[in-house]
């Protein structure tokens, strides 16, 4: 988040400049994703997403006109993605808690705030009890819209009246993966701070990696940033930038004052706008803290430790102090690969900081030397080789956050969570995935972290933590080690597919992927080590599949052989499933085989259906086929152009589909964690890729990194087979409204083809719960109807 209220009052002043882009020609420019995404998406794009999921497709538009404006100019773009939360601001974000207070928070405002008023209105403390408000009253207005509805709905679906987001930015970590698997794709530079990623930015313009910085007004707390671009107006082809001295200049303060204000008011290192300023307009905040400075001399700081109301103080003077000193000392990736201290390069011989860019203002005292407890200001340590990890998208922030902060924080999904079904897998995660997880990424480091204590927190039962099992004997590495892909194939690509046909070739698994020996050891020659990134992300699958029981191996005996999972997985080589759909399918499978909620089954509590009452009455046996259909195509991924998504919305297919979200998600987490278990014990030479082959052939080709798609292919089935069945089997009728409905023919121009690839997708599917059925692994009736309702779709189409 921006300096609250600077930005306005910058343009009031007139201190903000403009240049033409071509001023910018055969530069490097760095860019701050939030601050960059949070001017594409702005309050009146997107406003479904929270109700549809999936990642933003209107954001690849953006971001494809801005390339070609780029690449017009010969710049160069770095994108810098934020890392790890500071302690305010996971406090803020409520991450302690799993945000269980705000939600909480959330749903009293929401439904305080009567049906007029937007979210800027209500009193909300942070940007994350606002996403909660607005969510939550999104999905109450359109439960009052179906409920008012009912009687007069048959076939026409009913669009929401109000959006489901308003002013608040969208988390940019939600799809940050989304976006690196982008940037892969088009050969463009990124890189995942450790911590703040305006931080990063300056370190590289200071170091000369980068010509100029896009990037928030938090910019202006640097010394060493004298100018920085606020905004891109490409239409106009200029840009926007501000001079830091001209602003002090104008401003009539000093920097220390600057700075004093910033983390008074609330800034990106201090989210909490702190007393006496909580009275005033939150448009005006800066603007008034400035005059207080500049007319009475006020020292926020001051004022913090003597304030009357001893718990308020407490608290403020805790969050300011963490504030300036995460100012003063952010770890930022350095140029020689380790993660260090921003300001450290500022040190003289006896190991002090000498005055930079970082400084606190005076009335914080003397903070010449490090403080020992600067790990409760920013983030306990990991190795640098973790941090490398990530900086490439390699492994995403959760579990390393949840290793240094103590708690994995289970938040609600985008539908609430309030299904019980849901609510089981959150619970059932801690066997199925966390623990695992966990305990392969705190093995290899300091003993601490492999004894600390780790927690799982719920929202939904804030006050009954699950202690997750970090250490256990012998360690998961150890169970796995001796599983072993080694082809040597330099140039072949890895995929679910092609690692399955691997597998499958050899008629003794035990021979062909269980080692002699670990790979480990530094006797071991290089020849014997894993070589390709092939081997490398095959290794970790196998190693993966053995972890959710798809396969068995016995340590012991060193005997590997295919579980009944694991052998309906392997029919997924048959040619009669598509290698596009295997990740889909396998997502799926994994889903079912946790046991929580069955296609069939209706959750509970029961959700209202977007079908309408006529349908569920007249056509029983029809809608039980469109459940099973919507929930199957939850992981189905449309092919269609970007586009700013307004239109029907269906709760019940969205609660389906955040339970295959979550089992993805986990399923990233845990192959992340696997694979750098490996690579921290040598088993691959490391040296033998540059960043650029770490992006393109290791994190370009790893499985679950995209999002779970949106509901959207759902419900255009699902209002499709509705307007059929209520149409007299009219295909004309049922297409015709569908391509009002969605838009198709901006958004989808090639819909026949695209449902005819989707209905492709479900009998593969019947193929795979024919299998499951067979091997006794699902009920023979659930196989037997989902035939019965892909042969209803094939008629219906």
Not at 622 to 647: C, D, M, W
Request: hydrophobic share 40%; with cysteine.
């Amino acid at each position: 988040m921006p300096i609250k209220s600077l930005e306005t009052f910058l343009f009031e002043k007139g201190l903000v400049g403009t240049y033409p882009i071509e001023s910018l020609k055969n530069a490097t420019l760095g860019i701050d994703v939030d601050h960059y995404v949070s001017r594409l998406l702005t309050a009146k794009r997107e406003q479904y997403l929270d109700a549809i999921g999936g990642f933003p497709t209107s954001l690849k538009m953006y971001l494809e006109s801005d390339l070609q404006v780029f690449q017009e100019y010969d710049i160069t773009p770095l994108f810098i993605f934020s890392g790890s939360p500071v302690a305010n601001q996971a406090e803020a974000s409520g991450y302690y808690t799993a945000s269980a207070s705000e939600a909480a928070a959330a749903a009293l405002n929401a439904s305080n705030s009567g049906p007029m008023s937007s979210a800027s209105s209500l009193p909300v403390r942070t940007v994350k009890e606002a996403t909660l408000a607005q969510r939550h009253k999104g999905w109450t207005q359109w439960t009052n819209l179906l409920s008012n509805n009912q009687n007069t709905y048959i076939d026409q679906p009913l669009t929401p009246t109000e959006p489901f987001r308003y002013n608040v930015p969208l988390d940019t970590k939600r799809f940050q993966s989304d976006l690196i698997q982008f940037f892969i794709s088009r050969k463009i530079h990124y890189q995942v701070a450790p911590y703040s990623s305006w931080f990063q930015l300056a370190y590289l313009l200071r170091k000369g990696y980068i010509d100029a910085i896009y990037g928030p007004t938090e910019l202006l707390m640097l010394q060493s940033v004298e100018k920085f671009i606020l905004g891109m107006e490409f239409p106009n082809k200029e840009y926007r930038f501000v001079d830091s001295n001209r602003v002090l200049s104008e401003f009539r303060c000093s920097k220390e004052e600057f700075i004093d204000i910033s983390m008074a008011v609330g800034n990106d290192l201090q989210p909490y706008t702190l007393s006496p300023l909580r009275i005033y307009p939150s448009q005006q905040l800066f603007e008034i803290a400035l005059e207080m400075v500049m007319n009475s001399g006020t020292d926020f700081y001051a004022y913090q430790l003597v304030n009357p109301i001893k718990s308020e103080s407490t608290l403020s003077v805790a969050r300011y102090q963490k504030g300036v000193s995460a100012l003063r000392y952010m770890p930022v990736l350095k140029e020689n690969g380790k993660v260090e201290l921003y300001s450290s390069s500022e040190r003289n011989e006896e190991g002090v900081i000498s005055p930079s860019d970082s400084s606190p203002p005076s009335s914080t005292g003397s903070l010449d030397a490090i403080p020992n407890d600067v790990h409760d200001v920013v983030a306990q340590r990991l190795p640098h080789e973790y941090y490398f990890y990530r900086s490439v998208g390699l492994i995403s922030g959760n579990v390393l956050d949840a290793i240094t902060t103590g708690i994995y924080a289970e938040e609600p999904p985008l539908d609430g969570g309030s299904s019980n079904s849901y609510r089981q897998l959150v619970r059932n995660s801690v066997d199925i995935f966390k623990n695992k997880e966990i305990n392969q990424l705190t093995q290899p480091i300091n003993r601490y972290y492999q004894i600390k204590p780790i927690k799982q927190v719920k929202w939904f039962t804030p006050d009954e933590p699950v202690t997750l099992m970090n250490r256990v004997v012998p360690s998961i590495f150890e169970k796995v080690n001796l599983l072993v892909v080694k082809t040597d194939q330099v140039d072949r690509e890895f995929s679910i597919s092609n690692f399955l046909s691997v597998i499958m070739q050899p008629e003794n698994m035990t021979d062909s992927f269980v080692s002699e020996k670990v790979l480990f050891p530094n006797n071991v020659p290089q020849s014997k080590k894993l070589t390709a990134p092939f081997d490398l992300l095959a290794t970790a699958f196998l190693r993966f599949l053995t972890l959710l029981e798809f396969m068995d191996f016995d340590a012991a005996t060193k005997k590997l052989k295919v579980t009944t999972w694991g052998e309906v997985l392997c029919s997924l080589t048959h040619e009669q499933f598509d290698a596009q759909f295997v990740e889909s399918y396998f997502t799926l499978l994994v889903f079912v085989k946790t046991g929580v909620l069955s296609l069939f089954e209706e959750s509970t509590p029961p959700t209202p259906s977007a079908l309408s009452k006529a349908t569920l009455r007249s056509y029983p046996k029809e809608s039980s086929f469109i459940l099973a259909i919507t929930r199957v195509l939850s992981v189905f991924q449309l092919e269609q152009k970007p586009s700013n998504y307004h239109g029907p919305v269906d709760r019940k297919t969205l609660i389906f589909r955040d339970h295959v979200d979550y089992i993805k998600e986990n399923l990233s987490e845990l192959f992340e964690a696997t694979l750098v278990s490996s690579l921290t014990a040598g088993e691959f030479d490391r040296l033998s890729l540059d960043n650029a082959g770490w992006q393109q052939r290791v994190v370009g080709t790893m499985p679950f990194k995209l999002s779970t798609p949106s509901t959207v292919t759902a419900m255009i089935w699902q209002f499709y087979l509705q307007k059929y069945l209520h149409s007299g089997n009219s295909k004309t009728d049922a297409l015709a409204l569908i391509v009002t409905l969605f838009n198709t023919s901006k958004t989808i121009p090639s819909l026949d083809e695209e449902l005819t690839r989707s209905l492709k997708f479900m009998r593969q599917f019947s193929k795979l719960l024919q299998t499951l059925s067979e091997a006794g692994l699902c009920k023979r009736e659930e196989y037997e109807i989902f035939v019965d309702a892909v042969a209803f779709a094939e008629q219906a189409l």
